[in-house]
């Protein structure tokens, strides 16, 4: 009845193993200064590092081999400084490049093709010709044992550095896709996180958390308490890193104080008296995967899975920060954009003043003013025609609508710094998304509250006048 | 103490859930007859279908509502009857390709680029105007459940009908592309089979099994015994699927006959008197991956994990057919090029006559005409130079080296029918894996046991009196 | 992504460390014959073994060393053959027995005792000297790996010996108690077995199936489909043993005759158009675990966990045999107990002659005798006032009622030989169960639907005539 | 591919089952004040509560009913205070005794048994008389969904009031019994815990660290690097509990400070380049299983799982306390009993002044003199001729010696008031575990190290003198 994993034993032996075969396969390139790259990569030794590239593609040995001199070169990469990752990013994305002839070829092939017959197979071979060999050769990183983070954490350093040239933007393009095409949403595993969950992974989210920071284990235990639920998505070959994760509060009606939420000390309400979940942080963890978005999916999964789970939630609304509200409203006052009342002006000096964030009992005139204010806020678009307010595009382009404003709704010094207070609900209603989706995306639509639009057309009507 | 999982409730209510949002999501296209696809997809149905295509791609809802459409659209299609499946698979190739305009226009950038920085951004342009949105489509269909085994399956369909038109054929180059992505060896699992499986996996070993036979379930159980190994690679979304798995018995020095190997009545090895890891039986499983090849990988990764596994283990080899043998025979026979001597005519005689099949002891003139035989077989070159034997080629290309001839090797009907009943051995050893695929890519050398070699050599010097 | 476990390489270095910690443990009884024990176990090395006893319970080394010998001990019987069984069994029996005087003296010690609670303390160490030294022994076997299922085979051993001493029985009263309470149902895991289930434990199903044979893997496969259950309980260190399994058939109403329900071609229902549960077979597996019982708690559980699963489910009842009912009538008949009409005596003799088995259209006479039979067989009672047919006792104490008699209900070979073809089912109505058993109980009623208590008053009363 | 289980769905379900069920079941004993029982289990309850136990044993509705309605009882049982549980054990010790009648009857029976055959079945009624009807209950308890936890608890509540009455100490020795075989050796899991276990089951580690208190989630995590293992003991039903933990240090060379195991800061090592294994730290869990011993098995387990993990530790040794040595050494000093000289008095003055834990030098006098003093502490023998330190009478009946003196060994606190400072080294040499285990038990022999048994002696002659 021996329960443990000689884990360590095994994973040493299966190293020397990898090392007897490792041996045999890396043959190849001998590299001057005693074999290894410096850390910095210092120029001389470009061509071996070029070499060595060339050689993971074409070398001797077969599929097997080549993949796992890949991994080799991988595991030098993870020994390289930012300097040097720099350095090999842009050997890579300029040594492996699509061959100019072939392309000028094969487009003289296009142009002299009669019947679309033709056409379409001297397409077919065009894009290849197109298509970078190095694209191959990223694949052929997944050979690592940890392939996938290994090539989302590359990303990560490519990032860093992709506009300082052409060659590195467009092996940005080549990762990416790549990126996006093996984290496809089918893939995806979507998981609930407990407070049995190993604490490896809850230690992430302590480390991910973006939204509102989890200060200790107390702080955590008591966001995976049983008037909560925490959801992530995971890929199965990283299955040590949640991609993104969504924090969930089960309450009585909707909630408007984060504090509320992540008071430590509150009693835990009873899941079966609740009938809303409240979505309360959102948060993206890996930074090599800008652009693979996973935040809408995520939400409606959660929605679906806690439909099954708690058929007494009958609403499903987030809790969201307003990040560019204050600065907004700074740059309304610094314009004098603003036409204030007496009344107005009082309440705005407060309100800059902070010193409202202690007081337990909400000040009417300011949470009048803060609310006709989002609303104007809300009202703004850019260039595109879209909000300006990057949380409000995403839960809009979602169908969200938004549903209530909320002042005070943070009053920690973030929230006071970011937003004078101000947070919001957008409601996912499943009955409207697609309908608001639409309406937004063919429209510019805003979908809000009732109340919301009332404001937001008064306020619009003054700001005429 | 439960340990039940109430699946079938629990899957009856997502099923549910999924309904209810599906309902909202696809309000879309209208269908004449009733709102199905028939079975066979009349012609007039085919507009409907066209519409149904793009409005995954292009209709209302947002992404995850325009996965969901082709999540139904994916059932739809399981619906149809072969001939509905290759117009289906013909409006996909049709509908859903590059537009030519574009393609056109960004030739014509292309030619007008300056520098190499502008080439490098329309060479982008370019490949993305080459990229047929029916492969975002395809993307699409694994948002259903099974959605990777969905686009294998549908791979199979297109195989079967590609060849009749350059859309299809262009079609399969799209699919083929991303199963080759999606199925990438990083991805894959590497698990052993044994005894304690499910059924529902095993059960499909006796289906796929392609060399030979699984004839029961006590046959099967006799291949899991404590003297056999069983390995398969998965992918992590096809879980209940092995893509490909070998059989391998361990034994005292070499196996040369396989009727020994697969003797129900046979008593089982002591696994720490053997020194030989036989692989007598590899068998892809999937039709719709043909092109996309597991087979190299799954012969090493069984090769690490049994030097691990069992270190008494020192040889690994294959007890392999020589599916061509026999119709080479015929065809020299028939072609009168053989030098026989009598006694050589009278062997084979009684070899073509198969009488000896049941005979327990080894016919020695047979024996050696066969072995000549097959030295010269392994001799014949194909136009590209490789050998004319798929297995052959197969082991070399890996790096193998052809170990032994054994006659009589598969006594079976089938043994007898492909090869007259001639077996080898291709040895894999790990310290010449890459040199002997070296030599054999770049020379098409055929590594071969110095006693094949010099009977080689002895026959092709006949050959050439 | 290795998913396998080296699970030989690791077990076989556990043996031997387990071998270089016992070569220090059982340094201990010296055995004549060249240090093992015969199969037979002459009676000089009965002895040796009587040594090897003690020196289990009183050795040197401590606890950990004792359980170790203990297991030595264990792996010597199991190479024992049937007659060295019986006489190890002896040996233990009346080896380490209650010591006579200690008994003798705490009984004086009781007699003496002046106050209840020096008796109480009395009574304790009176206990304490009634139980044999052996029980301790009997628990220290758990120390070997599969120890649990080591004693539950034991038992079956004594089981065939119990009976020719009362030493032998008394060992068989502790290793019972011992089971009992190893084996508390608070303790047993209750597990659906699937086709997804490892073969290795099917296999077991098709082996220990005692009501309907499993003919064959389609056999079982048929039984594990959709609209089929199957629900096992474990315990816990037995966990490749099912203790008692059940089958379940998901119908439209209830189910009366078995051929339908094993019919492999019959085609799979819809489980969604059915309200009735059929348990048509329960089967107990271990002869060892004789008297602990798990029927009862097995079917409950099942009622309870379909409930959950299937809300539609609204009956659950057995199809059950009526193993006495053939001898019972043949009894009467014999005697000349039955008052038969022309009819009667022409429909008994087509009965008997099984010529009716290939009908398959139902004969009225000889229906309506066999249900006639059945009504005065089921009123029987034998001397305890309970109901003579076992299966009726079983389920009737559970408090299940007598639903609907079958005929023909099995018209196999073994259903015409037990019981003319009939079968019975018995209803598990939630409602009723506890007020069903206490009738039973304290009054011998037993529960039937009103039809069947109609025609046995009817058939009492003609009896009484 | 969802991973989610709706647990709290599922469970809610089946709450509502089982109370459908309840409801059923347990229409039995009517309470006067409003059907429940006060937390404090006031005196005109009483008679109601032994009503109830009667009716778990002897009501009507069969075992499962009867189990179901120990299972209230049990749920009633945890909502009383101390003062009710303190009350309802003194019913269940005083309601459910063994019948003395029938007891006085049995006795009778064996005085006048002739033989032998009718005195073992004689015995073997006496000893059922004997067996309270409590027991049975105790064991229904089980069907709780915690069951084995609950009992576990509820000997701990006994544990705190057991003096109190000789029925209460009766009780005790029952559940005890009952403990002690439901958690043999045998039945206990062994397993590894890591960083990866669930917090939830980390959190208790946290919670019961009983000799170096965990100060932190980093502090804990840094006792599971990858230099450090930690092992524990589970009961199969009581999976979220370990029942004993032990945590190891891999070190090179034996550890003699504890400060520099527990430190945060300290660089992780090398497990390949450690050669010893030291066990810093050991805690028992369950208060309620007081008396049912697992520190010597767990021990044990981990040496043997060691051996196999990592074949190069050498050595197994503990960090271990001298809980009584500092009391021993102030009780010498009170009584003037040591012969000290200048330079040892200065020593001591120093010692007991605590000036030096701060000194990261080792002051050669006062170890010296602490060495001295221990070889005497451990010289001096209880009354049962057993060593006066607890610690070392487990260690030493393990078959360990006393390997090394340790000084400054402990300087924290609790470190200094327990044994100024002094921590030893047990070694646990798997070839001399046994022949070290029989020389304590039988001769009082304490094994040590050569270089301590010098100093005993030493020690013991200048005593003497």
Redesign the interface.
């Known amino acids: 009845?021996?329960?443990?994993?000689?884990e360590?034993?095994?994973d040493?032996?299966?190293v020397r193993?990898?090392r007897?075969?490792r041996n045999?396969?890396s043959?190849t390139p001998a590299l001057g200064d005693g074999g290894t790259f410096a850390p910095d990569l210092p120029d001389h030794q470009l061509p071996a590092l070029d070499a060595r590239l060339h050689d993971c593609l074409y070398g001797?040995?077969?599929?097997?081999?080549a993949?796992a001199r890949t991994a080799e070169l991988g595991r030098t990469y993870l020994r390289l400084s930012a300097t040097g990752r720099s350095k090999f990013l842009t050997v890579l994305a300029e040594s492996l490049q699509?061959d100019p002839e072939t392309?000028a070829q094969e487009?003289e092939h296009?142009?002299r093709a009669d019947d679309?017959?033709d056409r379409?197979?001297v397409?077919?071979s065009?894009?290849d010709a197109?298509?970078a060999p190095r694209v191959r050769l990223l694949?052929q990183f997944?050979?690592?044992p940890e392939?996938?983070k290994f090539l989302v954490d590359m990303r990560e350093d490519l990032l860093a550095c992709k506009n300082e040239t052409?060659?590195l933007?467009?092996l940005d393009?080549d990762l990416k896709d790549?990126l996006v095409?093996?984290f496809?949403?089918?893939?995806?595993?979507?998981?609930?996180i407990t407070?049995?969950?190993?604490?490896?992974l809850?230690?992430k989210l302590i480390a991910y958390e973006a939204v509102h920071e989890i200060r200790s284990?107390r702080d955590l235990?008591n966001r995976l308490e049983?008037d909560r639920r925490c959801?992530a998505l995971f890929h199965?070959?990283m299955s040590a890193e949640p991609l993104a994760f969504v924090e969930v509060a089960l309450t009585k009606g909707l909630a408007g104080r984060v504090q509320d939420l992540l008071d430590i000390g509150a009693p835990t309400a009873d899941?079966?008296q609740t009938d809303t979940a409240i979505f309360y942080s959102i948060s993206n963890t890996q930074k090599g995967l800008r652009g693979v978005s996973f935040g809408?999916?995520l939400i409606?999964k959660v929605v679906?899975?806690l439909?099954?789970?708690?058929?007494q939630i009958q609403h499903f609304a987030t809790l969201s920060p307003v990040p560019g509200f204050r600065r907004w409203v700074d740059e309304q006052i610094e314009a004098e954009a603003l036409a204030l009342s007496d009344q107005d002006s009082m309440a705005l000096e407060r309100l800059r003043s902070a010193d409202w964030t202690e007081d337990p009992a909400p000040d009417a005139p300011m949470q009048d003013l803060v609310h006709r204010l989002a609303a104007a806020y809300f009202s703004q678009r850019r260039g595109d025609g879209q909000p300006i307010d990057a949380v409000a595009r995403f839960h809009l382009?979602?169908?969200a609508r938004l549903e209530r404003l909320n002042w005070p709704g943070d009053s920690s010094d973030s929230g006071v710094k970011q937003a004078y207070g101000l947070m919001v609900n957008y409601r996912y209603d499943?009955?409207h998304?697609?309908a608001n989706?639409?309406a937004y995306?063919q429209y510019g639509t805003v979908a809000a509250a009732r109340t919301i639009r009332d404001l937001m057309k008064r306020v619009q009507k003054d700001g005429q006048q």
Chains 1, 2, 3, 4 share one sequence.
């Open positions: 009845m021996e329960r443990t994993k000689p360590s034993f095994l040493r032996t299966l193993v990898h007897a075969w045999i396969v043959t001797a040995g077969g599929d097997y081999a993949r699509p392309v487009i296009w142009r679309s017959t379409l197979s397409e077919a065009l894009r197109l298509t694949k997944n050979a690592l392939g996938v052409a060659h933007a467009a393009d790549l095409s093996w496809d949403l089918g893939f995806l595993q979507f998981q609930q407070w049995e969950s190993p604490a490896a809850l230690e284990w235990r049983s959801f199965p070959s899941p079966d809408e999916h409606k679906e899975s439909s099954l789970q708690l058929p382009r979602n169908g499943l009955k998304l697609e989706h639409e995306v």
